[in-house]
């Protein structure tokens, strides 16, 4: 019973991952210009987010909100 439990939280936190990966990806498209600039500018390590993959901090609440926040920073010319 536990072991399914786990397997089932395992599945909805990757879910939750692949939504957010999706929807923050065509965020940035929408910003930067084109998917490409938008998969370039998540798999590079970024100054705003200490240097981490805005792609690895997608994996927590947290860490999707910061990416977020750089990206509403840059299309709004605020600092980044």
């Known amino acids: 019973r536990l072991i399914t439990l786990r397997n089932d939280m395992a599945k909805r936190n990757e879910y939750t991952r692949a939504q957010a990966i999706a929807l923050i990806s065509r965020q940035a498209a929408r910003i930067l210009g084109s998917q490409d600039n ?34 509403s920073a840059i299309e709004h010319g605020g600092p980044v």
Do not use: F, H, Y
Request: hydrophobic share 40%; aromatic share 2%.
């Open 38 to 71: 938008a998969t370039e500018w998540l798999n590079t390590p970024n100054q705003a987010l200490g240097m981490a993959k805005p792609i690895d901090l997608l994996g927590t609440g947290s860490g999707a909100t910061q990416v977020r926040s750089v990206l």
